[in-house]
């Protein structure tokens, strides 16, 4: 959960105050930087587990 409360996947962090009702373009645009994020999120995971391997 976010902040204030919503769901990452629905989160409303990225617009200027805090709504309940999204549009579909701006939903769109939440989840494909939700999923940049987890793609960083990945990596760092990979790399750390790289580094205690060897």
Known sequence: MC?????PQR????TPKHRHFLSKDE???NL?????ELEKE???VEEK???MAE
Do not use: L, M, R, T
Request: aromatic share 14%; glycine share 8%.
């Open 32 to 36: 494909k930087s939700y999923k940049k």
């Open 42 to 44: 990945i990596k760092g």
């Open 49 to 51: 587990i790289h580094e």
């Open 3 to 7: 902040e204030c409360g919503c769901e």
């Open 11 to 14: 989160c409303c962090y990225y």
């Open 27 to 29: 939903e769109i645009e």
